[in-house]
């Protein structure tokens, strides 16, 4: 017997509209749509009364028990839209700084959280001191942004190796030299926009400024000293003075003979020799406090309280002073970066350096609480968060920004991020604080990118900052 299905009958049938009809859509309404709009809708009103009284005494009791519910303890409403993934925003650079090879050495943003401030200069090897520089400015909200066209571009004669745009005044910013000096900046002056400087006196670093810092002052809010922390071994505090210049205020001097010792620090080299500063953060708890990540790799608790005068032979207009307070275990080579916490007052930091590791601490020992292997290169740049306090990112040698979020893993990063191809070092980067969600990072190619970060990294969890402080106690006991 075969099987077989009958022959299957196909018939083709062409469906074309023969009418078509224009409607004019007009805000006047024809008199038919108001009548339909005026028609009473039919509700069964005893139904539904009697649905209601039904269902009462089971809502009620539903309504009572979530009241009484902790479920929802220190839960915030988010309104905006929850996204996963981190974007490239923009990818800025200044073509003739490119063409000069020179890399992006700083980056800050400023008070308003608009403005994004990028030097360059060069960080690798080189005779790169005599070469000339740049300052650019680009404000992200204006609307003909073009990424490849700063809002503002300042030569200078000397690599600038840090920036800081001042904590209040929207178009001051302070730039730390090759050459030692530090120079003062308004933007808003294009012609000149020099407002001090220090020059080159007896008072001037011998080394690269590394970092700068603004310290406010309690009396006058608008009124600020700088902080400029240097490879010579002093940290100086400038203050302005009417003819354009920067003054010496007061000072300190990093001596290894004058660092307070642990037992465990013993294979350090001691002695009468200026201790190296490449990078430096202040408590935000404490404005007295800050600590300094040296050449010989370890990182020191300071105070500008501190009284002892320093062993050193320089000359100087003030007498410096000797701030070191404790000796934290040291990493395999020199720290480039350290970042205090925003949020625990156990005062916790960052470090990290180029054994490619990024150390948690707690000032109140000397042992990290945490070592994190993130890079078999160098780890240039570590800063916390400033919205959650759980969450840091680090810069790589290799060209990677690393998020890392301590409620996810304690271990590796959330994201790490592609800066720069070719494992092109990120040399720097900065959280903006007003404008949360963006995160500028600068690299070796003279390309800056900002990130836009998704709502993972931005926004705090119910109980964060008692699990920061559990994460601190459980290491250290």
């Not at 003030?318 to 916490?341: D, I, K, T």
Request: aromatic share 8%; hydrophobic share 35%.
């Amino acid at each position: 017997k075969s099987c077989q299905t009958g022959k299957i009958s196909t018939a083709e049938t062409a469906v074309q509209s023969h009418t078509s009809r224009d409607a004019g859509v007009q805000t006047d309404q024809s008199k038919d749509a108001v009548q339909d709009f005026q028609q009473e809708v039919q509700v069964d009103y005893t139904g539904l009364l009697s649905f209601l009284q039904r269902v009462e005494d089971a809502v009620i009791k539903e309504l009572n028990k979530n009241w009484k519910s902790r479920a929802f303890d220190g839960f915030e409403v988010n309104w905006t839209d929850q996204n996963e993934t981190v974007l490239c925003l923009h990818t800025l650079s200044y073509p003739e700084a490119q063409d000069q090879n020179l890399q992006v050495t700083s980056l800050s943003w400023n008070a308003t959280g608009a403005v994004l401030a990028c030097s360059y200069g060069r960080l690798d090897s080189g005779d790169w001191s005599t070469e000339k520089s740049y300052v650019c400015t680009w404000n992200l909200d204006r609307r003909g942004l073009n990424p490849q066209r700063p809002d503002l571009v300042v030569d200078v004669p000397s690599s600038v190796m840090c920036l800081a745009f001042h904590p209040s005044q929207p178009s001051l910013i302070a730039g730390g030299l090759f050459s030692g000096e530090l120079v003062v900046w308004d933007t808003s002056r294009r012609e000149d926009p020099v407002i001090w400087r220090t020059g080159m006196t007896d008072d001037t670093h011998t080394d690269p400024v590394y970092q700068v810092n603004w310290l406010p002052e309690a009396k006058h809010r608008n009124h600020a000293r700088l902080l400029s922390a240097s490879t010579d071994g002093k940290i100086l505090v400038w203050r302005e003075e009417r003819d354009g210049r920067l003054a010496l205020a007061e000072g300190f001097a990093m001596v290894a003979q004058q660092i307070p010792r642990s037992s465990r620090l013993k294979k350090l080299a001691w002695g009468e020799v200026a201790v190296g500063v490449t990078s430096l953060s202040f408590s935000h708890f404490d404005p007295r406090v800050f600590v300094v990540g040296a050449e010989g790799g370890y990182s020191l608790k300071c105070s500008t309280a501190a009284e002892t005068l320093a062993l050193q032979r320089t000359a100087s207009s003030v007498p410096l002073r000797a701030p070191a307070e404790l000796a934290f275990s040291p990493h395999g080579g020199p720290v480039y970066s350290v970042s205090c916490s925003p949020f625990h007052r156990q005062n916790l930091f960052l470090s990290c350096g180029t054994d490619g590791q990024v150390h948690l601490h707690s000032m109140l020992q000397p042992q990290p609480l945490i070592s994190l292997q993130l890079s078999q290169k160098y780890l240039f740049c570590v800063r916390w968060s400033p919205v959650r306090p759980l969450v840091f990112a680090a810069a790589s040698g290799e060209g990677d920004v690393h998020l890392f979020d301590f409620e996810k893993s304690s271990r590796k990063p959330a994201v790490s991020l592609k800066q720069a191809a070719g494992e092109r070092p990120v040399y720097c980067l900065e959280f903006n604080i007003k404008q949360t969600q963006l995160l500028a990072a600068g690299d070796a190619t003279g390309t800056v990118k900002v990130w836009q970060l998704s709502s993972d990294f931005t926004e705090q969890g119910p109980r964060e900052m008692n699990r920061l402080e559990q994460l601190a106690s459980e290491m250290t006991d």
